[in-house]
Nanobody, 114 residues
Framework: VQLQASGGGLVQAGGSLRLSCVIS????????AGWYRQAPGQQRELVAQ???????NYGDSVKGRFTISRDNAKKTVYLQMNSLKPEDTGAYYC?????????WGQGTEVTVSS
């Protein structure tokens, strides 16, 4: 099982980006998924989660600005990020439960300039 994250980049404050996490390999089931981020010198923190039934959970700093979604047919998890702020800068990682194990994707860098 592999997770491929993409969609990061450089954007001005107030702009938007959409991250994607594509799941590949021998997949029998896809469970909860989440996006985490890590700024330089800081610990990795939860950004958003989505559960099998579609229930979502967001970190306080991104509520109302970010939206997590999933397309099981495409085996992809998305993170739509709007109204980006410089403090959103960091490496973003997806984490997905596949076949009852959790896997991490490689990070995709997001840089928000002021």
């Amino acid at each position: 099982v592999q997770l491929q994250a993409s969609g990061g980049g450089l954007v001005q404050a107030g702009g938007s980006l959409r991250l994607s996490c594509v799941i590949s390999g021998s997949i029998r089931s896809i469970g909860a998924a989440g996006w985490y981020r890590q700024a330089p010198g800081q610990q990795r923190e939860l950004v958003a989660q989505i559960f099998v039934g579609g229930i979502t959970n967001y970190g306080d700093s991104v509520k109302g600005r970010f939206t997590i979604s999933r397309d099981n047919a495409k085996k992809t998890v998305y993170l739509q990020m709007n109204s980006l702020k410089p403090e959103d800068t960091g490496a973003y990682y997806c984490n997905v439960g596949v076949n009852y194990r959790h896997y991490w994707g490689q990070g995709t860098e997001v840089t928000v300039s002021s």
